[in-house]
């Protein structure tokens, strides 16, 4: 009976050391530190409703309350499905100066959603690029055009797969002064994967091929997005876009991306001084994944960050001498 108490002792002990191990990782954890913000320094959530009727959500804040801002940051985040009234706030924290921070909501995505329920079908059939584009550009339109005469800059940061819709707005409205990127590049999306998968090509182009044959399946997937979300991306070709663009860019990328290849980035810097064109800024961050993240959990988001406050000042000293 002894013995018996001893071993069950001990798997109690073990069971709550690892419970308290648990709770001390997540407290330590960016999705910990993320909620903190949503809660502790909530976003006011506003509503757009859309030429279809359909009542969408986007966030407005000042990173500076004490202060009229002349910048207004558009902050068009990835192919994530997560609210960005839990995530905004803490991925911008690191940037200094003062900006005021408007951004879209992806459709049918709840304000405290973290990316872990289903994905329900209405989302399926609005998450695509086209679709993005297209809702963002009634937002741009309906929402900062209309405050334009507010700022002196209007400045579209665009994270991941949100790159391409900001490069894509930049050459549509001429009241955006500076566009900035992370981890997004210049080639086609499938011109891409064939770089990411280029030890085994045969297996990617069969998957290819699928979603080439079906379109506008929703219900089948690639890479866990729809074949629908794919076909629209394939027809995506971004470096003419910024090519054609005069205003400055920044992109930050991280050396290590294993989701957008280097070569994607390197490619728009070639062609930019093969065009004599000047307006690019290029930070590459070493040993950093497409989060601008080592290994070890060190985030260079708040270097970039700094890198474009100091960017659009500098950009904005030169333009008024």
């Not at 940061?157 to 002064?177: D, K, M, Q, Y």
Request: glycine fraction near 6%.
């Amino acid at each position: 009976m002894r013995a018996i108490f001893s071993k069950r002792k001990a798997l109690i002990i073990i069971f709550i050391s690892i419970f308290i191990l648990s709770i001390l990782g997540y407290l330590k954890s960016e999705t910990f530190r993320m909620l903190s913000y949503s809660l502790l320094m909530s976003i006011e959530n506003y509503t757009f409703k859309f030429s279809d009727g359909h009542k969408g959500n986007f966030y407005y804040y000042s990173t500076d309350e004490k202060t009229k801002s002349e910048n207004a940051l558009i902050f068009i985040g990835g192919s994530e499905r997560v609210s960005l009234k839990n995530y905004i706030r803490y991925y911008l924290s690191p940037l200094p100066g003062g900006f005021d921070v408007f951004s879209l909501q992806k459709r049918f995505v709840s304000d405290r959603e973290l990316g872990i329920s289903a994905e329900s079908m209405e989302f399926k059939k609005n998450n695509f690029f086209q679709a993005r584009l297209t809702d963002h550009i009634e937002f741009f339109d309906r929402t900062i055009q209309t405050r334009k005469n507010r700022y002196r800059r209007i400045i579209l940061l665009g994270i991941s797969e949100g790159g391409g819709i900001a490069v894509s707005l930049a050459n549509r409205f001429s009241s955006i002064t500076h566009l900035a990127i992370v981890g997004s590049g210049g080639l086609n999306q499938f011109d891409e994967l064939k770089l990411i998968f280029k030890d085994d090509q045969k297996s990617l182009e069969n998957e290819v091929l699928k979603v080439q044959n079906n379109p506008e399946s929703l219900e089948d997937q690639m890479f866990g997005q729809t074949y629908k979300y794919w076909s629209s991306s394939f027809q995506f070709h971004p470096l003419p876009l910024f090519l054609s663009l005069k205003i400055p860019i920044l992109i930050g990328f991280g050396e290590n991306d294993s989701m957008v290849p280097i070569e994607s980035v390197f490619l728009i810097e070639k062609e930019f001084v093969k065009n004599g064109k000047d307006n690019l800024s290029l930070r590459v961050f070493k040993n950093c994944d497409h989060t601008l993240k080592e290994p070890n959990g060190t985030s260079h988001r708040e270097d970039f960050l700094t890198t474009l406050s100091s960017w659009v000042n500098k950009e904005n000293a030169q333009q008024s001498r």
